[in-house]
């Protein structure tokens, strides 16, 4: 049984329809990747999917008893507010110590608890909300956008964090990604969402669909084809390269 599913999703707002005809379904264990352009829908069916954005059409199914860990696209803090992050982790819901230390530790940054978050770059503010997320052992993972404003080592690295929870906990992963060679190296499932979905697959699959390319243009695209032909160079020498 999926963990969560969706069947002929629509969502609006204000009126207009941002995304529909969305059948959608996740596994246990399963990384899969939202990619799409800006306004596309993305964390509107994210939301959707936790909950905080209401159904405007069709259904979404979330398995009973299921535990999610979301890690919003943005969280402000009021810079003039003292807030540690063990304060943070303790709120809105207070948590025993070693559920903390646990959590920070998953996220990789058990030395900073008692940091004030305003003082945490971007990269640690960022596992600050993975801890966060990580509090309740979730069975799965939401992420929109998480790597929003790390570089490239930086994003790399958060990711490979992702990678070490899921093998720990066994969760699965849902993210919105822009980081496309990340999304190629990672992913098992590649959702391309514009409005409705306009193509799905492997991450090999949806790079040559010509909705994707139509999307992304050369530009863009060229990010996965770089890491696929980097990928396919070490395997097969007579494989013929597009050097475009
Ligand atoms: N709270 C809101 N206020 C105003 N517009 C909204 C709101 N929520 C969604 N929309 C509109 O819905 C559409 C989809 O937005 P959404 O944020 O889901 O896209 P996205 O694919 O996540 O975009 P981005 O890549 O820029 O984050 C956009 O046209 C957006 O303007």
Do not use: W
């Not at 959707?48 to 979404?60: D, E, T, Y």
């Not at 929003?148 to 906990?169: K, N, T």
């Not at 959702?191 to 994707?212: F, M, Q, R, S, W």
């Amino acid at each position: 049984m999926s963990l969560i599913a969706t069947s002929g999703l629509e969502l609006r707002h204000a009126g207009q329809v941002i995304l529909h005809d969305v059948n959608f379904s996740i596994h246990a264990g399963e990384i899969v990747t939202i990619v799409g352009p800006n306004g596309s829908g993305k964390s509107s069916f994210l939301r959707a999917l936790v909950g905080a954005m209401p159904v405007a059409r069709g259904s979404v199914t979330r398995k009973s008893g299921l535990r999610i860990g979301y890690v919003p696209q943005r969280l402000q803090i009021d810079a003039t507010l003292p807030l540690t992050v063990r304060r943070f982790l303790n709120l809105p819901k207070r948590q025993s110590e070693a559920t903390v230390h646990k959590a920070l530790t998953r996220a990789g940054v058990d030395a900073l608890a008692d940091r004030q978050m305003t003082a945490l770059s971007g990269g640690q503010f960022q596992r600050v909300l993975l801890a966060r997320a990580l509090l309740n052992d979730p069975h799965i993972l939401i992420l929109d956008e998480a790597t929003q404003g790390l570089d490239q080592p930086g994003a790399a690295a958060f990711y490979a964090r992702i990678e070490e929870v899921r093998r720990d906990l066994g969760c699965a992963v849902l993210m919105v990604s822009h980081d496309l060679h990340v999304v190629m190296a990672a992913s098992d499932r590649v959702i391309c969402l514009n409005g409705h979905v306009c193509c799905e697959g492997t991450p090999k699959v949806v790079a040559d669909a010509p909705e994707y390319r139509a999307l992304f243009g050369t530009g863009t695209q060229g990010t996965l084809a770089l890491y696929r032909h980097d990928h396919d160079h070490g395997h097969d020498h007579h494989h013929h390269h597009d050097h475009d």
